[in-house]
Nanobody, 121 residues
């Protein structure tokens, strides 16, 4: 029921910044929670950051202090501001949404197509 459109991926130099955007449409309860997962070759999928409509946030330890997640509830859009990028941040980043952070990965959750982020050294 939810459609997610991602944008903002690209190639940046280590230490640089990038902002990802994800616009959601559908039933509002389906994107109470929105966030980003990433999958790098040879690595497990991990939750990068998530945010609820009330503003509660969750971050992976590896990105705390460097990444900031925010959302515009009027636009049903979530952003991931990535600063001080490192080569290990290179991955496909997937936008996700669901009625809760836990349900983003369940059958009740929705996924975008992913956007490639590549950080060169």
């Amino acid at each position: 029921q939810v459609q997610l459109v991602e944008s903002g991926g690209g190639l940046v130099q280590a230490g640089g910044s990038l902002r990802l955007s994800c616009a959601a449409s559908g039933k509002i309860f389906s994107f109470i929670a929105m966030g980003w997962y990433r999958q790098a070759p040879g690595k497990q999928r991990e939750l990068v950051a998530a945010i609820t409509s009330s503003g509660s946030t969750k971050y992976a330890d590896s990105v705390k202090g460097r990444f900031t997640i925010s959302r515009d509830n009027a636009k049903n859009t979530v952003y991931l501001h990535m600063n001080s990028l490192k080569p290990e941040d290179t991955a496909v980043y997937y936008c996700s949404a669901g009625p809760s952070i836990a349900h983003m990965t369940s059958t009740l959750g929705s996924w975008g197509q992913g956007t490639q982020v590549t950080v060169s050294s």
